[in-house]
């Protein structure tokens, strides 16, 4: 090896540029030659390099992972609940929440198993086997035996098994989508000249394992395998993906330890406060833990489950599979979608949507390869077959053409699907909905010149009757290079150099638009043979016209993009596409403002992680870039306390889909790996589901919300009342057994009645929480301390009033305290539907749940008043229909004195807003 070679290998093993060096360098790099390697070298360099194929990382074993899902605070809170509901003897209490803590750990070993699925769907988009030239022979082996320096043979249909430069190519096109997003095939040269700096999309002297040949033949030469390759190296950042807590589990992990602080301190003031006054220490005991099990809502995972699973169901219908149950909640806190561009933001179909001929413009409507649409020329349809210039583009376009449409079955429907090139697809809808039919019932075709990516044409040979033509598509500067004649006015003229600058205006007009153009024109001759005996067939063209042509946004998107704007949430797109053509996009759907950055991928290279972070708020729209820089996009915004969700559907996305706080999946055109990475797949590959996600997910979040300002508010009425009646020397207002029933009518089925409450009307009209906002937030402590000193408070006035009422009945009065505190609940229950609105905000029957819950919880507390055999049991004595009146009117003032403050705080704010 000579000193230049050493150099650049030196500087290649620190850049791995291999698309910057000529083809002969990394030959002599790898030591290898177009005859391939001998088996002496390729032994050693499997022994060297390993086998070509994605390691996973460290596995953990699913006892493992079973019992980690055990490990979170507020289940260690439950097993204490359970402890302590044994200890009493309630030992339904304690079945119950066993059964909960289990199925809550059966949900999350299953979630967690499905969701490391991911790189085994990755190594599936490995090739199986691969052409292999070695020491002059050709062969076919396994693609893990690949090894650098080996030369692969590549040609239509193949799967890449290997990164690898390309030596020589002939009309090589690949499908690169798994890895930059892009669904248009690239067209690929062997002598390109590439800057070291350019992004993957750009590299077109290189093809990456896991991408799809869809035509044409080439030699390569193999420089990377394995991990090191572009598919490898994705492998490697899923596996270095942290799995991030959701907003509710960090909540949840918050509330539990508050709560079994606070259940510890009830514990010993209630103990400590009546043995002081003289109390038995073992009943004083007793209703300490009784009301340290009341504080703590074990029902709480159980209402968290039930209300998720409820949404999942919701979801479903609304095309949108939920890997994971938290995901729903989490989304409904996302502050940024990034999403992909091709195929979530648009149609994944090209389509022809401006044409320039006979020095005109048209616009062409519809979208998609439904063939319906129509020519518009000055806001007017019109028939383009019948202008000479549009009938022979249209013509041209659908014979000079491989694609083919095919109508499928579908849910939806019949839908058009186009096998073959996308780009030929588009041309030969816009010729159908022209209304040219079976361009072989009109010219017989007799030759074909393929594309060629240095000629940049392909042309057909067709005749019709005595007529031959050769019809000419491609680059628009170059078939205008190689035209001699322009159709203008339905005649073959000369074209004029001004006519030229006039073509050359309209393409960069387009170009400008982010359209990807064609030109297309003709060439006449006298017979078959004298074509086929022509030199330069392609030559003294007929210069016809332009069509532009581009994945247009998905309709729906408009609307979805508009509601995230007023949900507060922002949108930003990641995309492997250019600059221009993303920028034009993001316009279009209105997610770049005037003043928001586009950066491209060359940009993010230069820029470090903390700077990024720093400008992540202001860049809105990302072009060119890679895996690792969408990574990097994820992290910059979770630096920034953002909320992030994002969305995708190639292999490119899956590492900052698995990143994200909750990853979103397309599932019709979505890759394995990029659903089994992601928490949410949408099935209908609409942008728009992600809102009714929004909204599922708030309403969720809503609903747990009210169960916690329920529980608590109830809890502390119970607190409250035995605390104070200690403190002032006063008998027990509840015994032990009291508490617990009024715990289980109260905390069951009407606590689970509200976690499937209908969302309030505003609720999207709502900006995202905060990243750091706690469950007790926007008044929420405030809400639960005031109405459950006001519960506490009436059923401490009732008790005493029944004290003095009957001072040698005690039962009496314990069986007062009791009613007021599981009544005034019962009516509690009601105003925590909404935040703000109160009892009087929304309809009552609006949840039929709730009403049948409460009515069933009611049925059961009567049951401990009526029931002999209960009676007995809890101590009580039934009220006198005046003594319920009492108790009825106690238990409602909590919520009539809170409903009277709320208007009166709201009519002042009108006075106010009057005044000024």
Known sequence: ?????????????????????????????????????????????????????????????????????????????????????????????????????VLNGVLGFVQEVKAERSLAALKELTAPTARVRRAGKVD?????????????????????????RILTASGLDVVEASLTGESVPVSKQANAFVDPVSPLGDRINMVYMGTLVTRGKAEVLVTETGMQTEMGKIAGLMQQSEEMLTPLQKRLDDLGKVLVWLAVGI???????????????????????????????????????????????????????????????TLGCATVVCSDKTGTLTQNRMTVQQVWADGQWFRVTGSGYNPIGEFVYEDRPIQ????????????????????????????????????????????????????????????????EIPFDSDRKLMSVLVRRGD?????????????????KFILTGGKEEPISSGVKRQIAAANEHMAKAALRNLALGYRRFRS?????????????????????????????????????????????????????????????????????????????????????ARRANDIYVYARVSPEHKLRIVKALQARGHIVAMTGDGVNDAPAIKQADIGIAMGMTGTDVAKEASALVLADDNFATIVAAVEEGRGIYDNIKKFIRYVLASNVGEMVTMFVAMLAGLPLPLVPIQILWVN??????????????????????????????????????????????????????????????????????????YATLTMSQFILVFDCRSAEGGIWKRNLFENTWLVLAVLCSLGLFL???????????????????????????????PTLALSLRRAGRKALKTKIALGR
């Open 863 to 893: 049951m401990t008043l009526y029931v002999p055999a209960l009676v007995e049991v809890f101590g009580t004595e039934p009220p006198s229909p005046t003594e319920w009146g009492i108790v009825v009117l106690a238990a409602a003032v």
């Open 1 to 101: 090896m000579d000193y230049e070679t050493r150099l650049l290998k030196g500087w290649l093993h620190l850049e791995k540029n291999w698309h910057a060096l000529a083809a002969k360098d990394c030959l002599a790099i790898l030591e290898s030659q177009p005859s391939g390697l001998d088996e002496d070298q390729v032994r050693e360099r499997r022994a060297n390099y390993g086998a070509n194929q994605l390691v996973e990382g460290a596995k953990v074993s699913l006892l493992t992972l079973f019992l980690n899902q055990f490990r979170d605070f507020m289940t260690i809170v439950l097993l204490a609940a359970t402890l302590i509901s044994g200890l009493l003897g309630e030992y339904t209490d304690a079945i119950t929440i066993i059964a909960i803590i």
């Open 528 to 612: 078959v043979e004298a074509a086929k005996a022509e030199r330069h067939p392609e030559s003294d063209l007929v210069f016809v016209g332009l069509c532009g042509m581009m994945d247009p946004p998905r309709e729906e998107v408009f609307e979805a993009i508009r509601k995230c704007h007023q949900a507060g949430i922002r949108t930003v797109m990641i995309t492997g596409d250019h600059q221009e053509t993303a920028t034009t996009i993001a316009r279009q759907l209105d997610i770049l403002p005037k003043d928001g950055v586009v950066v491209t991928g060359a940009e993010l290279d230069e820029m470090a992680d903390q700077e990024l």
């Open 467 to 483: 007529e031959v033509f050769l019809f000419t598509k491609g680059a628009p500067d170059v078939l205008l290079e190689r035209s």
């Open 140 to 164: 076919t082996v396994p693609a893990k035996d690949l090894v650098p320096g080996d030369i692969i043979l590549l040609e239509g249909g193949d799967r890449v098994p290997a990164d690898g």
């Open 744 to 817: 289980l009518v109260t905390d069951g089925l009407p606590a689970i009645a509200l976690g499937v409450d209908p969302a309030e009307k505003d609720i999207m009209s709502r900006p995202p929480r905060g990243v750091n906002e706690g469950v007790f937030a926007r008044g929420l402590s405030v809400k639960i301390l005031s109405r459950g000193i006001l519960i506490g408070a009436v059923t401490l006035a009732v008790f005493i009033w029944a004290l003095q009422t009957h001072p040698d009945d005690l039962a009496k009065a314990q069986t007062m305290a």
């Open 384 to 447: 383009p077959m019948r202008r000479p210039a549009l009938r022979w583009l249209n013509e041209i376009a659908a014979t000079c053409n491989n694609a083919v449409m095919k109508q499928v079955a579908t849910d939806e429907g019949e839908a058009w699907e186009c096998h073959g090139d996308p780009t030929e697809g588009a041309l030969l809808v816009m010729a159908k909905k022209a209304g040219f039919g079976d361009p072989d019932a009109v010219y017989e075709r007799i030759d």
């Open 267 to 329: 514990t010993v003031l209630v103990v400590v406060t009546g043995i002081l006054h003289g109390q038995n220490l073992y009943r004083m005991f007793l209703a300490g833990v009784s009301l340290a099990v009341a504080a703590i809502p074990e029902g709480l995972p159980a209402i968290v489950t039930i209300a998720l699973a409820l949404g999942v169901q919701r979801m479903i219908k609304r095309h949108a599979i939920v890997r994971k149950l938290p995901s729903v909640e």
